[in-house]
């Protein structure tokens, strides 16, 4: 049954980026996925994600895997916060680490909670979220700051400083990464 889960989960992200021509010219979609049994660690957050009603199917996919996910934090408390840790998780849905393993990329589902603000961050590999759920405002140095809404995509390029402010509610994103840097985490700041 679990496995059964995370492919509806994989299908349903398959189905974001065939539709989303911003991600297949980011990378391609990995050609040598396996399901991998994975530990189940859950976030303060899976009780929110389960709650906040959406009909987009990734979104309803996810809150199907909730319970069972190796959900993650890459931030510490002194960093961002109480709070900011009970509102946040992502899960790695396909890479090295990922339900479904490759060496051929990385994505996750990210969950950030109504009213959260996610500091100034940077890493190597480039990133590019699309937006499943909800809607924040997205700020990139040398770009300019938008807020998206479902469906929408903001790239960030190598070692590029970013920032995510949550307005009217949560936002749920399905987020790739490429190049150099993949089995990096992010630093937090600017510089």
Same mark, same amino acid.
Do not use: C
């Given at each position: @049954? ?24 980011? *990378? ?16 303060? *957050? ?108 903001? @790239? ?31 630093? @937090?700041?600017?510089?």
């Amino acid at each position: @049954m679990k496995q059964y889960l995370f492919q509806e989960l994989l299908h349903a992200a398959h189905e974001v980026y065939s539709s989303t021509d911003a991600l297949k010219q980011f *990378a391609p979609w990995p050609s040598d996925l396996l399901y991998v049994e994975r530990p189940v660690q859950p976030v303060p *957050a899976i009780r929110q994600i389960k709650m906040w009603s959406d009909e987009h199917p990734l979104h309803t996919a996810t809150q199907q895997v909730a319970d069972i996910g190796d959900w993650k934090q890459t931030y510490r408390e002194d960093e961002v916060g109480f709070g900011f840790l009970q509102d946040y998780g992502y899960l790695e849905l396909y890479g090295p680490n990922g339900h479904f393993q490759t060496d051929q990329g990385r994505a996750y589902i990210g969950y950030w909670g109504r009213g959260l603000y996610y500091p100034w961050h940077r890493h190597e590999a480039e990133e590019i979220y699309a937006v499943v759920s909800g809607s924040g405002y997205f700020e990139s140095e040398g770009a300019e700051a938008a807020l998206l809404k479902t469906g929408d995509t903001r @790239m960030h390029h190598s070692n590029q400083p970013h920032a995510l402010t949550m307005t009217d509610g949560p936002i749920l994103t399905f987020v790739l990464w490429r190049g150099a840097g993949m089995a990096g985490l992010p630093l @937090m700041g600017a510089r």
